[in-house]
C-alpha cells in the first residue's frame, strides 16, 4: 500500500475510534414489553418513573380518578376506613357524591410523584406482586351496593364498577432498585397503551 493511502487509512481508523469512545458506552436496553396487562402496567410504570413527572402523569385518566376517589370516600366512612376521627368523620359525611375535578387529580396524583413514585421505582427493576395490605387489595373488587339512604351514589359506583370490569383490577409493584411499594388500579383501553391507572395508594414500606 502507498504511504499516503496507509496514512489515510490510519486516519479514518483512528476517527472512528474516537467517534466510539465520544458517543461512550451503550446503555442496556429493556427487555420487550409483556403481553400481559399487569405486567405492562408495572413495566410502563417503571418507564415512566425514571422519565420523569409529566410521563408519570401520562398514565393517569384523571377524570376516572376523581370518581373513584369520591365513591372510595363514602365507603371508607362506612366501615372500610376504621378507627375515624371525629373530624375525619366530618370531613367524609361533608361529600355529596360529586366526582373530584380531573384538574385536582393531577395536582394530587403528581405530588405523589417524588414521594411515593420515585421512592418506590428508585433505578428500576419492578416486577409485579400482590398488594401487601387489605386495604389496598379491595381496590380491585367490585363495590357492593351501599345501604338505603345511599341512593345517590348508585350511578357512582355503577360507573366505577364498569371501570373494573374492563379488564381491570389493582397489581402491586416492588422494584429491586427501590424501596416500599405502591397499588396501582388500572382499567383496559381500546388505546395502543391498553389501559390508563385510576388510582394509586401507597403499599408500605416492610
Known amino acids: 500500500m502507498p504511504p499516503e493511502r496507509a496514512r489515510a487509512s490510519a486516519a479514518v481508523a483512528l476517527a472512528v475510534v474516537a467517534a466510539a469512545a465520544a ?21 410502563d410504570f417503571e418507564a415512566a418513573v425514571l422519565d420523569g413527572r409529566a410521563a408519570f402523569e401520562g398514565l393517569f385518566d384523571f377524570v376516572e380518578v376523581g370518581a373513584f376517589e369520591i365513591l372510595l370516600r363514602r365507603y371508607d366512612l362506612l366501615g372500610r376506613l376504621p378507627e375515624l376521627t371525629d373530624e375525619e368523620r366530618a370531613d367524609l359525611e361533608a361529600d355529596d357524591g360529586t366526582p373530584y375535578p380531573p384538574e385536582r387529580e393531577r395536582r394530587n396524583v ?9 421512592r418506590t421505582v428508585g433505578t428500576g427493576g419492578c416486577a409485579a406482586a400482590p398488594p401487601r395490605w387489605r386495604y389496598n387489595q379491595l381496590l380491585g373488587v367490585a363495590f357492593e351496593p351501599l345501604p338505603p339512604g345511599h341512593e345517590h351514589y348508585e350511578a357512582l359506583r355503577l360507573r366505577v364498577n364498569a371501570q373494573l370490569a374492563r379488564g381491570g383490577g389493582v397489581i402491586g409493584i416492588r422494584c429491586a ?18 389501559y390508563d391507572i385510576i388510582t394509586i395508594y401507597d403499599d408500605g414500606v416492610p
Open 23 to 43: 458517543c461512550g458506552p451503550r446503555a442496556p436496553s429493556r427487555p420487550p414489553r409483556p403481553a400481559s396487562v399487569p405486567a405492562q402496567v408495572v413495566y
Open 110 to 118: 403528581g405530588n405523589f410523584y417524588k414521594r411515593l413514585a420515585q
Open 177 to 194: 432498585g427501590g424501596k416500599g411499594g405502591l397499588a396501582l388500579v388500572y382499567s383496559q383501553r381500546d388505546t395502543a397503551r391498553g
